[in-house]
């Protein structure tokens, strides 16, 4: 597979070494001249086929042009950017690079954009080139080697710049959290089980000189974590609860980012279709994406007090698996009536994020999950659905995702309304809605909601991401970029402060 490296500045190869892709808004590389430019091209394409090329290009689509033999193109994005698209058109550059990827031993990639648009559209370069992998015939290439720069447009003449060495390292963090993000989702359970997804963890952990705090098996049930545990006690890999703790000197608030790590979902005994099991292995997105946004977070400086909590479990169908009408008590103290073994994510969010406000003693708290189907409708496939206790939580995370790339879209927040979708008579709560026509995806997010408790003075914040975790058969990385911009003014990397909301929504 492709390594891929951001670099401040390349220099100059010819073409046949090294095939390149310049890539950016159409408005932007019409300003470009010759000169800026011809390290990449020459001796190959010469002042004419690049200026006639240029004039192909349109403002209002996405078009690209192939300048020599199929090693060298410039690819030009639309300008359309609706209020609730991302400024930058990432998922424009993400699908135009796909179409435009070259072979050989080393290849680059030029992206042409605005200081605003670096973050968003680097990690949409890295979320080109996924790592997981088991083609027999690939395995025995060359991998190659992707070099990715970038030319910062400065004014209307076309002046421009280069990157600084401290986004350039902020970069290439983000890149290997998404890719390494992608690789965990991508790889099906017979391989990322719970205990290989630990191992991750440690992995990470490791690199950051953090240990992390695993409790597992039998353990959860002693120490009342009902939720984790009856999800994923019939499984032959155990379930567990992992949590990886950043506390820099100096920190005045504590953000806890909980993440759904259902390695697989069969839907237990209320089992799922044939047709509808497939793809199941990516239901681990929500804690893949945040054990990659912790990473990039504190590489990168973070200044606040930190936690990941990893919810991890597979949902398996055993003689000892959650039968409907069994009752759970959670972490919270809650009592929950299963009535359906196939709404599992809530109930391990619902221990993490009670977790988080007892024990982390958390100011604000984030969970993220491939929760619902129900999400796609809701917000569709590029889109995560936001559900928020405040406003300014709503708001910022809206931002942040329009600058990231990672884009989200708010839910209806209205638990007066429909928290009585769970309504029990024999415990506090059922684990699933009485009706699926009364938004199904904001009373999944009332559920886990519930149980960091309706009395909650931080800010919560609900990310279901099930839709926009993947394109085609393979992984996004989604969320990497998300949390990393929405948190982003606790870093101490420039480049996302720049992508950042106010921080006053915690």
Same mark, same amino acid.
């Given at each position: 597979?492709? @390594? $891929?490296?951001?670099?401040?500045?390349?220099?100059?190869?010819?073409?046949?070494?090294?095939?390149?892709?310049?890539?950016?808004?159409?408005?932007?590389?019409?300003?470009?001249?010759?000169?800026?430019? %011809?390290?990449?091209?020459?001796?190959?394409?010469?002042?004419?086929? =690049?200026?006639?090329?240029?004039?192909?290009?349109?403002? &209002? %689509?996405?078009?690209?042009?192939?300048? +020599?033999?199929?090693?060298?193109?410039?690819?030009?994005?639309?300008?359309?950017?609706?209020?609730?698209?991302?400024?930058? $058109?990432?998922?424009?550059?993400?699908?135009?690079?796909?179409?435009?990827?070259? %072979?050989?031993?080393?290849?680059?990639? /030029?992206?042409?954009?605005?200081?605003?648009?670096?973050?968003?559209?680097?990690?949409?370069?890295?979320?080109?080139?996924?790592?997981? &992998?088991?083609?027999?015939? !690939?395995?025995?290439?060359?991998?190659?080697?992707?070099? /990715?720069?970038?030319?910062?447009? !400065?004014? @209307?003449?076309?002046?421009?710049?280069?990157?600084?060495?401290?986004?350039?390292?902020?970069?290439?963090?983000?890149?290997?959290?998404?890719?390494?993000?992608?690789?965990?989702?991508?790889?099906?359970?017979?391989?990322? #089980?719970?205990?290989?997804?630990?191992?991750? $963890?440690?992995?990470?952990?490791?690199?950051?000189?953090?240990?992390?705090?695993?409790? !597992?098996?039998?353990?959860?049930?002693?120490?009342?974590?009902?939720?984790?545990?009856?999800?994923?006690?019939?499984?032959? #890999? !155990?379930?567990?609860?992992?949590?990886?703790?950043? @506390?820099?000197?100096?920190?005045?608030?504590?953000?806890? =980012?909980?993440?759904?790590?259902?390695?697989?979902?069969?839907?237990?005994?209320?089992?799922?279709?044939?047709?509808?099991?497939?793809?199941?292995?990516?239901?681990?997105?929500?804690?893949?994406?945040?054990?990659?946004?912790?990473?990039?977070?504190?590489?990168?400086?973070?200044?606040?007090?930190? #936690?990941?909590?990893?919810?991890?479990?597979?949902?398996?169908?055993?003689?000892?698996?959650?039968?409907?009408?069994?009752?759970?008590?959670?972490?919270?103290?809650?009592? $929950?009536?299963?009535?359906?073994?196939?709404?599992?994510?809530?109930?391990?969010?619902?221990?993490?994020?009670?977790?988080?406000?007892?024990?982390?003693?958390?100011?604000?708290?984030?969970?993220?999950?491939?929760?619902?189907?129900?999400?796609?409708?809701?917000?569709?496939?590029? #889109?995560?659905?936001?559900?928020?206790?405040?406003?300014?939580?709503?708001?910022?995370?809206?931002?942040?995702?329009?600058?990231?790339?990672?884009?989200?879209?708010?839910?209806?927040?209205?638990?007066?309304?429909?928290?009585?979708?769970?309504?029990?008579?024999?415990?506090?709560?059922?684990?699933?809605?009485?009706?699926?026509?009364?938004?199904?995806?904001?009373?999944?997010?009332?559920?886990?909601?519930?149980?960091?408790?309706?009395?909650?003075?931080?800010? +919560?914040?609900?990310?279901?991401?099930?839709?926009?975790?993947?394109?085609?058969?393979?992984?996004?990385?989604?969320?990497?970029?998300?949390?990393?911009?929405?948190?982003?003014?606790?870093?101490?990397?420039?480049?996302?402060?720049?992508?950042?909301?106010?921080?006053?929504?915690?």
């Amino acid at each position: 597979m492709a @390594t $891929v490296e951001f670099h401040k500045e390349l220099l100059p190869e010819d073409p046949i070494n090294r095939p390149c892709t310049i890539i950016g808004k159409t408005e932007y590389i019409k300003k470009l001249s010759y000169c800026t430019v %011809s390290m990449f091209l020459e001796p190959r394409v010469n002042l004419q086929t =690049w200026n006639l090329a240029v004039e192909r290009l349109s403002v &209002s %689509s996405n078009v690209s042009c192939n300048l +020599w033999l199929d090693e060298v193109s410039v690819a030009g994005l639309s300008n359309v950017a609706s209020r609730h698209s991302a400024p930058s $058109v990432a998922h424009f550059l993400a699908k135009m690079l796909l179409a435009e990827k070259k %072979s050989g031993e080393q290849t680059a990639v /030029v992206v042409v954009c605005r200081q605003s648009e670096v973050f968003a559209l680097g990690c949409a370069v890295a979320r080109c080139f996924p790592l997981y &992998s088991r083609v027999t015939q !690939q395995s025995k290439k060359t991998a190659s080697t992707v070099l /990715v720069t970038f030319l910062v447009i !400065q004014d @209307t003449e076309g002046a421009t710049s280069a990157v600084t060495d401290e986004d350039i390292r902020c970069l290439n963090d983000a890149c290997k959290a998404i890719r390494f993000t992608q690789e965990i989702v991508d790889a099906p359970c017979n391989e990322m #089980h719970t205990d290989a997804f630990l191992d991750r $963890v440690r992995e990470v952990g490791g690199e950051l000189s953090i240990k992390p705090l695993i409790i !597992q098996g039998e353990e959860l049930e002693i120490g009342g974590f009902g939720g984790i545990y009856g999800v994923g006690k019939a499984a032959i #890999h !155990q379930p567990a609860l992992a949590v990886l703790s950043h @506390t820099p000197p100096g920190a005045t608030k504590t953000i806890c =980012w909980v993440g759904k790590g259902i390695v697989y979902d069969t839907g237990g005994l209320s089992l799922k279709a044939p047709t509808s099991m497939p793809g199941m292995k990516r239901d681990c997105g929500g804690a893949a994406g945040i054990l990659g946004a912790f990473y990039v977070a504190v590489k990168q400086g973070f200044t606040q007090n930190l #936690h990941a909590v990893f919810c991890l479990a597979e949902n398996a169908v055993g003689p000892v698996a959650t039968r409907p009408d069994d009752i759970h008590k959670l972490y919270s103290g809650k009592t $929950v009536e299963i009535n359906n073994t196939d709404a599992e994510g809530r109930l391990v969010l619902g221990d993490g994020v009670a977790y988080a406000r007892k024990d982390l003693k958390a100011d604000c708290v984030l969970d993220m999950a491939t929760l619902t189907g129900a999400q796609g409708i809701s917000t569709g496939k590029h #889109h995560a659905a936001v559900l928020c206790n405040t406003e300014e939580g709503e708001k910022a995370a809206v931002q942040a995702g329009r600058q990231s790339g990672d884009m989200t879209f708010p839910l209806v927040y209205c638990p007066e309304l429909h928290f009585s979708e769970f309504n029990s008579v024999v415990a506090d709560m059922k684990n699933s809605v009485a009706s699926r026509d009364n938004a199904q995806s904001s009373c999944a997010g009332l559920f886990i909601g519930a149980h960091l408790g309706t009395d909650y003075e931080g800010t +919560w914040i609900h990310v279901d991401m099930a839709a926009p975790v993947y394109s085609g058969e393979r992984a996004t990385g989604y969320g990497v970029a998300l949390l990393s911009a929405l948190f982003g003014k606790c870093s101490g990397s420039s480049l996302l402060n720049t992508v950042a909301p106010p921080m006053d929504f915690f």
